[in-house]
């Protein structure tokens, strides 16, 4: 069975980056048909694509993040990660990790992560 | 990259059909046939329940259905049930190459 599970520090100070890693079990993150993703949800709020990776490293950034977010993956380990620079406490959220079909264009996500809240702040 | 425009709340009684509606634009719902939708229930992750606007994953009841008609997309939950009680997002593909979610949608059963 598929799993994916979201790791990393809970608590960030604002400007500094957040690093957060999704581990994959039960499934190779080298597969042909899925891309690799991070979604967020600021308490309370909705969900907002932040983007995602193919096992290649190519990569799709929601533009309104982009020139802030970085996500690699590490086919060894079938991890991936997220780096988000200069946090702000509008960033607050809980961030999961999820599994998008690359044949529905990323947007149907089949699997999460059970999701890990971070908060920016001093 | 605007959200997508869902109604705040939608309430129907045990055993109605209800009916969530998500609106873009031409350059996301109207522009592809890539439209999903999420539930999501407190403290919970969300699960898809319908991907390219009207296929469900197995597993996904058949009292889930999705349309699209022009830039708007629905989703109708027929023979509504307790648990059926949670928030719903819509998500199209968009002419910026990522996704964008609805701005979600509480259903409660009266």
């Known amino acids: 069975q598929l799993q994916l599970q979201e790791s990393g520090p809970g608590l960030v100070k604002p400007s500094e980056t957040l690093s957060l890693t999704c581990t994959v079990s039960?499934?190779?993150?080298?597969?042909?048909?899925?891309?690799w993703g991070w979604i967020r949800q600021p308490p309370g709020k909705g969900l907002a694509w932040i983007g995602s990776i193919y096992y290649s490293g190519s990569t799709y950034y929601n533009p309104s993040l982009k020139s802030r977010v970085t996500i690699s993956v590490d086919t060894s380990k079938n991890q991936f990660s997220l780096k988000l620079s200069s946090v702000t406490a509008a960033d607050t959220a809980v961030y999961y990790c999820?599994?998008?079909?690359?044949?529905?264009?990323?947007?149907?996500?089949?699997?999460w992560g059970r999701g890990t809240l971070v908060t920016v702040s001093s | 990259q605007s959200a997508l425009t869902q109604p705040a709340s939608v309430s129907g009684s045990p055993g109605q059909s209800i009916t969530i509606s998500c609106t873009g634009t031409?350059?996301?719902?109207?522009?592809?046939?890539?439209v999903s939708w999420y539930q999501q229930h407190p403290g919970k992750a969300p699960k898809l329940m319908i991907y390219d606007v009207s296929y469900r994953p197995s597993g996904v009841s058949n009292r889930f259905s999705g349309s699209k008609s022009g830039n708007t997309a629905s989703l109708t939950i027929s023979g509504l049930q307790a648990e059926d009680e949670a928030d719903y997002y819509c998500?199209?593909?968009?002419?910026?190459?990522?996704?964008?979610f609805g701005t979600g949608t509480k259903v409660t059963v009266l």
């Open positions: 998500s199209s593909f968009s002419s910026s190459g990522t996704g964008v």
């Open positions: 031409s350059s996301d719902i109207g522009g592809y046939n890539y």
């Open positions: 039960g499934a190779s993150i080298s597969t042909t048909n899925y891309h």
């Open positions: 999820a599994r998008l079909d690359r044949n529905t264009a990323m947007v149907s996500a089949d699997y």
